[in-house]
């Protein structure tokens, strides 16, 4: 599990049990959010708390899944406080019914990702990021 520390900017949750794409989007988000990695469900449950402001979360995760860690989170804190990037592999018409605020189909690309955290964090597209 990582942290960093970026004084007073917004936290993001980047749940996926793929290490070197968890570790890539943190990389790339460090610059601009404080951010936590999870590798699977249960170490996301465990580092999620009302500092998060922004979920990406694995759809596909082994053990405890992507839409049981959803469910549990909706449950522990007010929908309202945090948004929800699902993350899969494959389109699929059931995740518009689920209750995330996006979703992205892998692979997803630095702008994909800073797009939806600016939408739903800050709204300012940051278009100055290479």
Same mark, same amino acid.
């Given at each position: 599990?990582? /942290?960093t520390h970026t004084h007073? *900017?917004?936290?993001v949750l980047l749940v996926?049990? &793929? @290490?070197?794409? +968890?570790?890539?989007?943190?990389?790339?988000? %460090?610059? $601009?959010?404080?951010?936590?990695? +999870?590798?699977?469900?249960? %170490? +996301?449950? /465990? =580092?999620?708390?009302?500092? #998060?402001?922004? !979920?990406?979360?694995? $759809?596909?995760?082994?053990?405890? =899944?992507? &839409?049981? !860690?959803?469910?549990?989170?909706? $449950? $522990? *804190?007010?929908?309202? =406080?945090?948004?929800? !990037?699902?993350? =899969? @592999?494959?389109?699929?018409? &059931?995740?518009?019914?689920?209750? !995330?605020?996006? #979703?992205?189909?892998?692979?997803?690309?630095?702008?994909?990702?800073?797009d939806a955290a600016a939408?739903?964090?800050?709204?300012?597209? %940051?278009?100055?990021?290479?």
């Amino acid at each position: 599990m990582t /942290q960093t520390h970026t004084h007073n *900017a917004p936290t993001v949750l980047l749940v996926d049990d &793929e @290490a070197a794409l +968890a570790d890539s989007l943190a990389l790339w988000l %460090e610059r $601009r959010y404080r951010v936590r990695v +999870a590798y699977t469900g249960r %170490e +996301a449950l /465990q =580092s999620f708390d009302d500092d #998060v402001d922004l !979920v990406f979360l694995d $759809r596909n995760l082994p053990g405890l =899944s992507g &839409e049981s !860690v959803l469910e549990e989170l909706r $449950r $522990r *804190a007010d929908p309202a =406080s945090f948004g929800v !990037v699902m993350l =899969s @592999a494959t389109p699929d018409d &059931e995740l518009t019914a689920l209750p !995330v605020d996006d #979703v992205l189909t892998k692979p997803v690309t630095k702008g994909d990702v800073f797009d939806a955290a600016a939408r739903l964090i800050d709204d300012t597209p %940051e278009a100055t990021l290479d």
